[in-house]
């Protein structure tokens, strides 16, 4: 089955610092990964995908995320952090098992970045 | 616009009592699903139709009925609720285009309270 991993239930960063959120995956086959973040009381938002081609992937709201296959993970991470930038954040892999086709999640990185 | 409108946004109830969610998208997408979140923010799939036709089908008790009158709409009724039932419920939908990758839209959620 595909997974993947967050090892980290909170993140803390000061507004202006660089911020990476760590995920690790598991598959079988090609990894078709996710990142979503979801604010308070809200849905999840995608934010960028990685399928194939460059390892740097650039998303919404100045986010990218670095796939690296040597090391099966897939961080985010952005240059300079914005107080609005805290939520929480979610690592997805697609999972085309019993032919279907659904997002396993890993369990959420919450990020704080304070002034 | 709203993307995925779920109804009602908070619900309330007794224990044993019957209910239902509805979902509408107005996406055109193929494919919609629901996703449970624990108290702990733990996502996890529950069901997934496309076209009308139930694709994925999770280890939910059968107390869970998702019904699609059409591809627009998946509502979820929910018999004998029970404490554990209570989370946030999250319709989402995607255009399934083979190998397309599309990133699902998710819906703000149900906030379902057993007491």
């Known amino acids: 089955a595909q997974s993947v991993a967050q090892p980290e239930d909170q993140v803390n960063v000061a507004e202006g610092n660089p911020l990476t959120v760590k995920c690790t995956y598991s598959?079988?086959?090609?990894?078709?990964l996710f990142w979503y973040v979801q604010y308070p009381n809200r849905g999840l938002q995608f934010l960028l995908k990685?399928?194939?081609?460059?390892?740097l992937v650039k998303g919404s709201y100045g986010f990218e995320a670095e796939f690296n296959k040597s090391q099966t993970s897939f961080h985010l991470k952005k240059p300079s952090a914005l107080v609005s930038d805290s939520a929480l954040y979610f690592c997805a892999v697609r999972d085309l098992t019993g032919g279907g086709n659904k997002l396993t999640f890993g369990t959420g990185t919450q990020l704080k970045v304070e002034l | 616009d709203t993307a995925v409108s779920q109804t009602p946004k908070y619900l309330v109830t007794q224990m044993g009592n019957d209910k239902s969610i509805k979902c509408e998208q107005n996406?055109?997408?193929?494919?919609m699903y629901w996703y449970k979140q624990d108290s702990k923010k733990f996502l996890k799939i529950m069901f997934s139709y496309n076209n009308k036709e139930l694709i994925i089908n999770e280890t939910v008790p059968n107390r869970f009925s998702p019904k699609s009158p059409d591809k627009a709409h998946l509502n979820l009724h929910i018999n004998s609720l029970e404490l554990g039932d209570s989370a946030v419920y999250f319709c989402a939908s995607s255009q399934d285009l083979p190998g397309s990758n599309q990133p699902q839209h998710f819906g703000d959620g149900t906030r379902l309270s057993i007491l």
């Open positions: 990685y399928i194939t081609g460059d390892n």
């Open positions: 598959v079988s086959g090609n990894p078709y």
């Open positions: 996406l055109g997408h193929d494919t």
